[in-house]
């Protein structure tokens, strides 16, 4: 990134409109656009997103909503429309080609003239493996309500990793939207239990993490063997808790957490 743009991007929490007035009250003249992901890890608190919209509004910014992992696990079309809200603009992946090389980005007409008067390069703009791809999606993801399915599934597995941490007695916490769920142990040594989690669930013949991507191709006996193998893996994470092995059982290095800044 250039070091140009160092303090042109002022975050703020999801869930904290006050975090995002407090923006305003400083920057608003200056503010060109407000991006987001219209949801994450937790549902949407009722005057957030209608807030942030209002922002936007008033101070003639740009509201781009950010599809890329939202995408189409909780509607067709992208989850602002399950939330009722309207962008200026929403960016989309190759989650709407079934993982085909594609990208969309809409957006209201005002907005979008905006293309006419830049320049735009694309290797892929002659291709048509990706957009027929797209259509591909589109028309079976809502034909069988793919959606609907994701959220299914998201429950199910949410509901099991709950009871499977309460008969093992593990510290456990669930959360995320349904189709992309996770769970975190609630513990100082929380990567090593991952680490461990995944380690174990290996060896039962799964390849898991502590998350859940659901996809159209699971099915409930899937999710029946699955969650079976999570309460064997948790009762035995509890027990090398209980004593004081759970480092000692890992076969290799602790994983990485995960994104990191480079210096």
């Known amino acids: 990134m250039p070091r140009g743009l160092r303090g042109t991007a002022l975050p703020f929490r999801y869930n904290h409109l006050e975090e995002l007035e407090a ?19 937790a549902e949407p608190q009722p005057d957030f997103l209608p807030g942030v919209r209002g922002i936007a509004s008033r101070l003639g910014a740009v509201l781009i909503v950010d599809e890329v992992t939202a995408g189409w696990r909780l509607r067709t079309g992208g989850a602002h ?8 603009m929403a960016v989309f992946a190759k989650g709407i080609s079934n993982g085909y090389p594609l990208a969309a980005i809409i957006g209201t007409a005002e907005v979008m003239k905006a293309f006419q008067s830049t320049f735009i390069s694309s290797t892929y703009w002659t291709e048509r493996i990706g957009p027929t791809a797209g259509l591909a999606t589109l028309r079976k993801h ?9 959220c299914e599934m998201g429950t199910q597995i949410q509901a099991g990793w709950r009871a499977a941490a309460a008969r093992t007695h593990l510290p ?11 769970f975190a142990f609630d513990h100082p040594d929380r990567q090593a239990l991952r680490t461990l989690f995944t380690q ?7 390849l898991a993490t502590n998350a859940l991507y659901a996809a159209y191709a699971h099915r409930a006996h899937h999710v029946q063997s699955y ?3 999570v309460e064997e893996a948790f009762g035995e ?5 209980a004593r004081g092995e759970a480092a000692q059982r890992l076969k290799g290095p602790v994983a990485h957490t995960g994104f990191r800044r480079l210096a």
Request: cysteine-free.
């Open 23 to 41: 923006i305003v009250a400083e920057h608003g003249a200056e503010l060109a656009a407000i991006v987001m992901e219209p949801i994450r890890n």
């Open 200 to 206: 174990i669930m290996l060896e039962k013949g799964f």
């Open 237 to 241: 994470i509890a027990e090398a808790l």
């Open 172 to 182: 456990v916490t669930v959360n995320g939207m349904l189709p992309l769920s996770h």
């Open 227 to 229: 969650l079976a193998a």
């Open 142 to 150: 809502r034909r069988l309500n793919v959606a609907d399915h994701l």
């Open 81 to 88: 429309l399950e939330y009722g809200l309207t962008p200026d």
